[in-house]
């Protein structure tokens, strides 16, 4: 199909004035969605965004059907952003707007002097051209040294006097943010964060279509769906918001983090990047359980900020680290598949700790203190989840004997598989996490390895920083000491647990 070209054509094509000339964007985004909702049966209406099916999806759709602006407030790494992305979905594949208009004029209501102009000059020969939706989204973070000249415009007090303009005329107004969104959609995110007289300037443009620059008034009818985020507490706090803006905010919307350990899972899985190398890479469910309860651990935990939450890039970063800790082994050992362990979720501390906002408390113990903490309470947890009711009182025993292992994060299966197999009661424990003799070395080691991570995390048996597992008594705590120096100066701190 060939687009029309000019005005003349365009009024011939099915973007007939009676069509296109009062159709808002806000309108747009409706029909979209009804078209949407209508054809999608049960399938997702906005696809890649998973767990909100039930609770932010079904608000969305009824802001847009309302034509609402809308806020999403939520703590970060709920993907926020992602969804309010994703809203070009509902815009037309093609937007016909006057070829070379700064704000993408309507073709039959232009809105800015250089368009009115062109058209009665050129009248119906004026060139048109076109936007796909991507075009169309406009996205700022805000701050407190945003400016009004940044997000409406600046007026150029010389240019107006030498063209003999008024100061008013959109013709000597330098276009912000706001005004090049015009026909699209606006996202402003952190919402707070906007300085009180931007707020106001914000306000006036969706109330009454003018603004003033400079105390100059300018007329600037727009046609934007503004959309925002903000954290919760931000802004619902008294004075963050002005509240006529508030006040003009149609549906405010509370995000939230994956309900269950299995969206999250979800989630995870889609966002990490997996697919690399030629090596098979196999990711045992466990070793997805253990990343993801950690986020979940961490936002339950007393010495993280609950205000500001615990994203849900953490267990995607973590996945990465694990799986390239895993990929640096095969590789080193010449390894065929690559299976991830719970000693590689050890190995990603680089990629949680920085994620975690502590309290005084946490900060005292550290970041990678309270992460270790927080990976064995994950995988006590995950233990419990396919292990409780099975006795393991043969495998300790081996320890109690004086039985040793090590297993370094670095050693090939091959070589630490023999060793296992000695642990009289071990290996046929992995039928709980469907792995048997049969499966490779590799995904024996790992699963073999998660079953003593298990006990050594419920204090059943001991482990070192050098990776040795050994009986429970002896050295009961040495293992999970990462700052000797530090947790002598703090041990009188330590909570007992
Ligand atoms: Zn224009």
């Known amino acids: 199909m060939t687009l029309p070209r000019t005005l003349g054509e365009l009024r011939r094509s099915s973007f007939s004035e009676e069509i296109l000339r009062t159709r808002r964007v806000k309108d747009e985004l409706r029909d979209n969605l009804i078209t949407r909702l209508r054809s999608s049966g049960e399938g997702p209406i906005f696809p890649g965004i998973v767990g909100y099916d039930d609770t932010v999806v079904p608000q969305i759709v009824n802001a847009i059907l309302s034509r609402h602006h809308f806020i999403l407030l939520g703590l970060r790494g709920q993907a926020k952003s992602r969804i309010l992305r994703s809203l070009t979905l509902l815009l037309d594949p093609q937007l016909p707007y006057i070829a070379g208009c700064e704000i993408h004029d309507n073709p039959y209501a232009p809105i800015c002097g250089r368009c009115r102009e062109l058209i009665a000059k050129c009248g119906d020969a004026t060139s048109i051209a076109y936007l796909a939706p991507e075009e169309r989204y406009v996205e700022k973070l805000a701050t407190p040294d945003v400016t009004i000249a940044d997000l409406i415009g600046d007026i150029d007090p010389i240019k107006a006097a030498r063209g003999g303009h008024e100061l ?84 405010e919307i509370r995000t939230h983090y994956p309900a269950t350990v299995d969206e999250g899972i979800a989630i995870t899985t889609q966002e990490a990047w997996s697919a690399r190398s030629a090596a098979k890479l196999v990711v045992p469910k466990y070793v997805r359980e253990v990343i993801e309860r950690i986020a979940f651990a961490a936002r339950e935990d007393k010495r993280v900020d609950k205000r500001s939450g615990v994203s849900q890039r953490l267990p995607i970063s973590c996945m990465e680290n694990v799986i390239s800790n895993a990929e640096r082994r095969a590789i080193r050992r010449d390894e065929k598949v690559v299976v991830p362990r719970l000693s590689d979720i050890y190995s990603a501390l680089p990629a949680i700790t920085g994620k975690l906002e502590l309290e005084y408390e946490g900060e005292m113990k550290g970041a990678d203190f309270v992460g270790r903490e927080l990976i064995r309470t994950a995988i006590a947890k995950t233990y419990d989840q396919y292990f409780s ?101 703090y041990r009188s701190r330590r909570p007992l647990n």
Do not use: C
């Open 168 to 251: 008013s005329s959109e013709l000597t107004v330098h276009y912000g943010l706001l005004p090049r969104a015009n026909r699209g959609i606006f996202a402003i995110n952190e919402l707070p964060d906007l300085a009180g007289k931007i707020q106001v300037g914000l306000f006036n443009i969706m109330q009454e279509g003018d603004v003033q620059i400079k105390g100059y008034p300018v007329r600037l009818p727009l046609d934007v769906a503004l959309v925002f985020s903000a954290n919760p507490e931000d802004y619902t706090a008294r004075g963050k918001i002005i509240t006529p803006l508030k006040d003009r905010i149609g549906s």
């Open 389 to 489: 009711g099975a006795n393991m009182q043969q495998i300790v025993q081996w320890f109690e004997l004086g039985g040793e292992i090590q297993i370094a994060d670095g050693a090939g299966a091959a070589e630490v598989l023999p060793a296992l197999r000695n642990i009289q009661g071990l290996m046929d424990k992995l039928t709980r996490v469907n792995v048997g003799p049969k499966d490779t070395p590799e995904m024996q080691v790992s699963a073999a390895e998660f079953v003593l991570e298990g006990l050594h995390a419920h204090k059943r048996i001991g482990r070192n920083e050098e990776r040795v597992f050994t009986a429970g008594e002896k050295q009961p705590k040495v293992a999970e000491k990462p700052f000797e120096r530090e947790e002598g100066l």
